[in-house]
């Protein structure tokens, strides 16, 4: 079985406290994206887990997200034997970006499991799988357009983003998420967003308000040296919102022209290897026919 798995950006990210079970509280709104890992699995003999794919910066053991998730499935379903599983990975969405690959491929396995072993589990119960596996999974099972709070778990879907392009451009460096949420921890003072203006924005409709309300706290806390200019870059063909994602170093622009979203992909791609014209999609896992 092949699925597809979409990236998200983030078009608010705001860390809100500490839950007493000692992770972060997120306030996130999400938006899945047309830009795909294929992620295909199948059962074989035996109870391994294989991970195969020709990307050598993949791994291939229990550290890869898609391996946890094909665990966590198993655990909560009792399955113990006749669970081997091959799952091949062809990764498309930058790595260690902000736009949650690791994730799309851990939803991904998810959803695909759920189907070859006719568990039928209800949507709510795959997002509860997904979140023992990372913050983003539970949304990149869900996908579309919603806010997702909590540890990511809770998730309330919003009118979709509509008649917009969107352009990633992804700087040459990594960031560590681990890392990220630890600077959030240890700075002095972070200023929080305007969650409440942000979702009077998204469920009015309000495209101009919206992209005045956006907003990522990690901007205070990540050094991305390469920002400002792609954010310069974008603005100078109209993008109507620039942001980073996630934890980053992945920054976004919106745009309402295709014609100058087009333009601006053409231009950083003079200058930056990771870039991705693209638009906001409905879906984030799909069965590939």
Known sequence: ???????????????????????????????????????????????????????????????????????????????????????EIEKNIPM???????????????????????????LFTLCEIGEKVGADVPFSLHGGTALCTDTGGVIAPLPKLE????????PPMDVSTVGAYRQIDEANRIRHCDKNAMLFAMKNRDFELMCRKAGNVFEQVIEVPLRPYIKT???????????????????????KDEKKARECADKLREEFDDVILTAPCEKSVEEVK
């Open 1 to 87: 079985m092949i699925v597809k798995a979409a990236a998200k950006i983030n078009l608010m990210l705001d860390v809100t406290g500490i839950l007493p079970n000692g992770y972060h509280s997120l306030f996130m709104i999400m938006q899945s994206v047309g830009c795909y890992d294929k992620v295909r699995v199948d059962r074989i003999d035996g109870n391994d887990i294989i991970i195969v794919t020709d990307d050598e910066r993949v791994p291939k053991d229990k550290s890869n997200i898609a391996y946890k998730a094909a665990e966590a499935f198993f655990e909560y379903n009792g399955i113990k034997e006749k669970r081997g599983v091959e799952i």
């Open 96 to 122: 260690a970006a902000g736009l949650a690959g690791g994730s799309a491929d851990g939803a991904a396995v998810i959803f695909a499991l759920d189907k070859l072993f006719n568990t039928d589990l209800p």
């Open 163 to 170: 008649n917009c392009f969107v352009v990633l451009c992804k």
């Open 233 to 255: 870059t974008m603005k100078k063909y109209e993008a109507a919102l620039t942001l980073m994602s996630g934890s980053g170093p992945t920054v976004y622009g919106v745009f």
